[in-house]
T-cell receptor, first 113, second 109 residues
Framework: DTAVSQTPKYLVTQMGNDKSIKCEQN?????MYWYKQDSKKFLKIMFSYNNKELIINETVPNRFSPKSPDKAHLNLHINSLELGDSAVYFC????????????FGQGTRLTVV | AQRVTQPEKLLSVFKGAPVELKCNYS??????LFWYVQYSRQRLQLLLRHISRESIKGFTADLNKGETSFHLKKPFAQEEDSAMYYCALSGTSYGKLTFGQGTILTVHP
């Protein structure tokens, strides 16, 4: 009965590969997000979807492509992985509203070698 | 533009001592401020938000619009408070969060 779940938890891959991270929420929220946490633990938003529509795209390289097949799922596909993509990626969801609480997944640690 | 600053990367205190984690923000509108916490091996979770004006686990935070601050305070720190703390700001209806750099709090026995 996990609220926000992401898979895989760990991902090790070579430069140039294409990989996907999946995220699902069972909270009935309309809005989902992807955040990136770098090596210094700095968290920054990448994308936000509301009811399957892209709302926020924070100048992320085109190699990153989110896809929301329905409002309970938001997947992240990354093409041509680079060393600098190594980070922890967090999925989150929330109700609409500026004071809404965000619920986070456990994170996916991506290591590009 | 939204910006959140947590000036202390690391903060160490002894059990029973008061603790204050600093947070300053920059935002042209009327922001919503939050503190999120990540305990070891657990997911990031909401600790408190200014609109609720509540105390959670003994922590409080007051929004000071004049000083654009939202410092997190606890009068008597406990060892289980050791964690990474993020101050965050939301200024849009879609709840996009702008995070500070985070402060690692260590409470020594």
């Amino acid at each position: 009965d996990t609220a926000v779940s992401q898979t895989p938890k760990y991902l090790v891959t070579q430069m140039g590969n294409d990989k996907s991270i999946k995220c699902e929420q069972n909270l009935g929220h309309d809005t989902m997000y992807w955040y990136k946490q770098d090596s210094k633990k700095f968290l920054k938003i990448m994308f936000s979807y509301n009811n399957k529509e892209l709302i926020i795209n924070e100048t992320v390289p085109n190699r990153f492509s989110p896809k929301s097949p329905d409002k309970a799922h938001l997947n992240l596909h990354i093409n041509s992985l680079e060393l600098g993509d190594s980070a922890v990626y967090f999925c989150a969801s929330s109700q609409e509203g500026v004071s809404a609480e965000a619920f986070f997944g456990q994170g996916t640690r991506l290591t590009v070698v | 533009a939204q910006r959140v600053t947590q000036p202390e990367k690391l903060l160490s205190v002894f059990k029973g001592a008061p603790v204050e984690l600093k947070c300053n923000y920059s935002y042209s509108g009327s922001p919503e401020l939050f503190w999120y916490v990540q305990y070891s091996r657990q997911r990031l979770q909401l600790l408190l938000r200014h609109i609720s004006r509540e105390s959670i686990k003994g922590f409080t935070a007051d929004l000071n619009k004049g000083e654009t601050s939202f410092h997190l305070k606890k009068p008597f720190a406990q060892e289980e408070d050791s964690a990474m703390y993020y101050c965050a700001l939301s200024g849009t209806s879609y709840g996009k969060l702008t995070f500070g750099q985070g402060t690692i709090l260590t409470v020594h026995p």
